[in-house]
């Protein structure tokens, strides 16, 4: 957007660069912050070029103050999408962002899933996300709070709107503006197999995290339909390649739902699908969504199913529920607040 604006007006370079600091580095709350330029071209970018192409809608900030979920309006349309920005102890801030509005892939276990699909993110509304939590940060005044991670997990399927992905990530990963290594960079998908390959082919070499959520080939396409299309051997395939190339592990996020994914046996067959492949099993407690009657894992399940997964050397990690009091779990937030106006209305 800056690279147009001073095209058309036929600006030196080093404007873009004094914009890039700015916005990128120093975190403008607005373009009157870009103060190495002046006044009259501050008014000019104001007048041709949004600011931000999101509307704060709500922020609800966790008891711990650990988690932050933003709603926000598209200027665009008023359509909503989510934000998660999640402060670890360990001082690395992650934003988690959405790259759709709703999403067509529908997983039934997922809320964004029952919202159906209303639309792809461009590369400026996913950087926006970014820029919303590096203000937040600012704003706290302390010390080296910046991102530090960024995941595109929030709502959307990142393989089926890649152009924007991989234009947001050069926006992330260029040295003049965020500069972030991509190794903090973690792309989720339900596993669409030609998208994949294509984003391999891009170069990309951040973190690849698959939704695999069932051990099995019968359980995963009755869990998500994408699966139908790409089976679990294909995707395996697709997987060793990646590893091949990169020499990079896998993140497995696998969904932990009673008496379906939590078994003994689907456990087992975990263990054989993880043998011999460079893993990470992200095991997820499963948050109820409407028109399913699946429920979260017992404790003594999810003690059986890790206890097996630890007998066989398994690399897991049960993810902390951050935020559990902000519905962070992806389209919670706008399902709960579209639910509410559709009440309001009726
Ligand atoms: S889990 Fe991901 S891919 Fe599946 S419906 Fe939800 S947002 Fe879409």
């Avoid at 999640?86 to 934003?95: I, K, L, Y």
């Avoid at 996300?129 to 595109?152: C, G, H, M, P």
């Avoid at 973690?186 to 994949?196: A, E, K, L, R, Y």
Wanted: proline share 3%.
């Amino acid at each position: 957007m800056i690279k147009e604006f001073v095209e058309k007006n036929k600006l030196p370079k080093f404007r873009e660069n004094q914009f890039n600091q700015a916005i990128y580095k120093d975190i403008a709350f607005s373009f009157d912050d870009i103060t190495t330029w002046s006044k009259d071209l501050r008014e000019k970018i104001k007048e041709e070029v949004e600011f931000f192409t999101l509307e704060e809608a709500r922020v609800i900030v966790s008891k711990r103050e650990d988690t932050i979920k933003a709603l926000f309006k598209r200027k665009k349309d008023g359509k909503l999408i989510e934000t998660v920005l999640m402060r670890h102890r360990d001082g690395r801030n992650t934003v988690c962002v959405s790259c759709m509005v709703g999403c067509p892939v529908n997983c039934r276990f997922c809320a964004t899933g029952k919202m159906g699909f209303n639309g792809n993110l461009d590369a400026r509304e996913i950087v926006d996300q970014v820029l919303w939590a590096s203000r937040y940060l600012k704003k706290l005044d302390l010390e080296d709070q910046k991102v530090t991670n960024i995941v595109f997990m929030g709502m959307g399927e990142p393989m089926l709107n890649l152009k924007s992905v991989l234009e947001s990530i050069d926006v992330f990963t260029d040295e003049d503006k965020y500069g972030m290594s991509t190794r903090r960079i973690t792309i989720s998908t339900s596993g669409f197999i030609p998208q994949m390959n294509q984003l391999f082919e891009s170069g990309f070499r951040g973190r690849l995290a698959i939704s695999l959520h069932a051990p099995n080939q019968k359980l995963r396409a009755e869990l998500m339909p994408v699966a139908e299309k790409f089976e679990l051997d294909e995707l395996m395939r697709t997987l060793d390649n990646y590893v091949e190339l990169t020499n990079k592990r896998v993140s497995y996020e696998y969904i932990m739902i009673k008496d379906k994914t939590d078994t003994a046996e689907s456990a087992r067959e975990l263990v054989d699908l993880m043998k011999n492949r460079l893993h990470h099993v992200n095991l997820i407690p499963f948050n109820p969504v409407r028109g399913e009657d699946y429920k979260r894992s017992p404790k003594e399940n999810i003690k059986r199913f890790t206890g097996i997964l630890e007998d066989n050397g398994i690399n897991f990690t049960i993810r902390v529920t951050m935020g559990d009091d902000v519905d962070a779990a992806c389209g919670q937030l706008v399902t709960k607040v579209l639910k509410r106006e559709r009440r309001t209305r009726d």
